[in-house]
DNA sequence: GCCAAAAGCTAATATGATTAGCCAATCGAT
DNA sequence: ATCGATTGGCTAATCATATTAGCTTTTGGC
């Protein structure tokens, strides 16, 4: 019986890849041990249990999720990145609804979560967003807010199958990211 | 043994209730079955699983929301309703969290289904917040979801306990709604 | 009062997470 | 090369939970 040669970080991203698959609520660990041509007890030896995978999950999710904003924002400004992190953002979420899902209601158990710092690069990248706009120094952490409440809400909404009705929904997406750049513009 | 009287709907509620309590994720039937004082299988006499009554719970929250928002928008316009929706959608979904998560990502099955009326009931009372506003018709779909986005993101994110960094929940909460009715009146 | 339906119950089954404890493969130091 | 510790895999067992089967008692309409 030769060895797996399984680690934390290939278990993880099995977990999240099939999560994407599947649906996060249908990820269990024997579908996932099945994956990796392993018995489902032998994925505790590299995640402690079904919360710690869900937890490290949400970790590599948010960090990919800062990887493709913080990519997409790179040489642009104003409304120009402001299109291009949204579009980066809901195109991450739609290819990897699983392990975005993950990220949904876990909080980073201490600063020195590997989730905190993934959540802290995320909003760096928001922020880089709102630096092509002209945004008083009080009103930062409420826009934000704001991008990230439009950012999530849009996608998951999206994800969720949440807009059944007639628009198309691109178009509602183009002008959410119209209706955001006028008002961080007349902020 | 004298019968304990329950009906689904009295199940509903008591599921309802216990997952604002617990949350939606350790809402098990035998917690439940606890709560009314009868045993698990039983209530497989007035719900036809977890699913169904997972479905029933997110009916009857979204019936409860299309309430609180459609009285609240009750004689009010423009920035007002908007508020005062807002207001209410969030003090909802606070108020309500189990309740709530219940209804992100479950669709109705049919048009019949009791979670697609309410689902409907829901969406008059924010349209009814926009026609205060004068929207251009193409753009009103459009701006119904966004408004959907808002109030769905911000609510779920301050409910997951997303919102971690400094500045004040609430203050960012009316600076929200006041980027969107600037938005709105600028539209 | 009688009877069918409904509403409870106990017991059984199935699935999935997790733990215990065993054994073989690997790796570092000699 | 090899010894010994560690590691990663396994089987078997336990536990929690959902769900089904089938029995029994209440209850509401006649």
Redesign the interface.
Known sequence: MPRAGLDPATVVAAGAALADEVGLDRLTMGLLAGRLGVRTPSLYKHVAGQDDLNRRIAALALSEAADAVGSAVQGRAGRDALAAAARAFRAFVLAHPGRYAAT????PTGPDDPMAAASRRL?EAFLAVLRGYRIAEA?V???L??L???????A??QA????????DID??FA??ID??D??LR??
């Open positions: 949904i209601g876990v909080e909003l009103d952490d409420h826009a807010r704001m990230r409440t439009l950012f999530h809400g849009f998951t909404l969720a199958d949440g807009f059944q009705w007639s628009a178009e509602s002008w959410l209706f955001a006028r008002g007349a902020g």
